[in-house]
């Protein structure tokens, strides 16, 4: 199972393996504190979709087209995921403080997707 939680909660037993998917390291979190297994730097969206996108609710129908389309463009960045995935839990991390709205909600649909794809 996918799960996503901000960084800034607690790392619980059930997380499973952890992995941060933000381009940026989160504000205030020291390395040793995040307990995560990788940082995913390249599954997060471009630099020009983050600023573009600018958290706006507004836009999250957009952002998510166009985010699958730097997703699908790019198989290798979260091939992990889904390996991973069908191992055991999986959290992706993100920092945003929107909770619905984010890049790690919009991957995890994805994932998702995928994996339901690739059972069929």
Same mark, same amino acid.
Not at 28 to 42: F, P
Not at 58 to 64: D, K, Y
Not at 82 to 88: H, K, T, V, Y
Not at 115 to 118: P, R
């Given at each position: 199972?996918?799960?996503?939680?901000?960084?800034?909660?607690p790392h619980v037993s059930d997380d499973g393996k952890r992995f941060l998917v933000e381009r940026l390291w989160p504000?205030?979190?020291?390395?040793?504190?995040?307990?995560?297994?990788?940082?995913?730097?390249?599954?997060? &969206?471009?630099? +020009?979709l983050?600023?573009?996108f600018a958290h706006d609710p507004?836009?999250? +129908?957009?952002? $998510?087209q166009r985010y699958r389309a730097e997703?699908?463009?790019? &198989?290798?960045?979260w091939g992990e995921l889904? +390996?991973?995935?069908? $191992?055991?839990d999986v959290t992706l991390l993100y920092s945003a403080r929107d909770r619905e709205h984010n890049n790690a909600v919009a991957l995890?649909?994805?994932?998702e997707a995928r994996? +339901?794809?690739?059972a069929e």
């Open positions: 199972m996918i799960h996503v939680k901000r960084v800034y909660e504000r205030g979190m020291k390395k040793e504190s995040l307990q995560l297994d990788a940082w995913l730097k390249e599954v997060a &969206p471009s630099d +020009a983050r600023r573009w507004r836009r999250w +129908a957009e952002f $998510q997703l699908d463009a790019h &198989p290798e960045a889904i +390996a991973a995935a069908r $191992q055991g995890k649909m994805y994932l994996m +339901a794809g690739d």
